[in-house]
């Protein structure tokens, strides 16, 4: 379950009648939820095909899969990989693990603990780079 006070994921729910509940969670108006296990659809318009412990939070958001990625942003997205944020809206992080696209319409294509945190940026993938400036690149 998402945990919107500290953003972290937690991965069960508690079901009345003390029994633990690991099915999908969909409150988004027109979300949709295809498969998985512990996944969020909340934002409105929001898809998450599969996975586990994912969430589409944002509004027409969209996680493929992976293990607990999670996408707040507007129209942004998270194809799969691990522990992935995207906040930015119109943002986007193909895979890898523990990266965070936090600027508008920038982009991170894999690799692990990198950052696009400014608006338009690009981090192509590699490990701990951070690209904060606008409307720059990062190859790796």
Known sequence: IFNANNGSIEATAE???????SGPIVT????????????????????LV????????????FVGGGTCNCVTGLSAFAGAGHINKVTGAAS?????SSNTVAGSGAFIGGG???QAAAKETFVGGGVSNTNGAACSVIVR
């Open 50 to 61: 599969g996975g586990v412990s994912s969430c589409a939070i944002g509004k027409a958001s």
């Open 112 to 114: 692990n603990l990198n």
């Open 15 to 21: 079901r009345p009648g003390n029994s633990t509940y």
């Open 92 to 96: 986007s992080i193909v895979g890898g």
């Open 28 to 47: 988004g108006d027109s979300a949709t939820i295809a498969g998985g296990k512990t996944n969020q659809a909340r934002g409105d318009f929001s898809s």
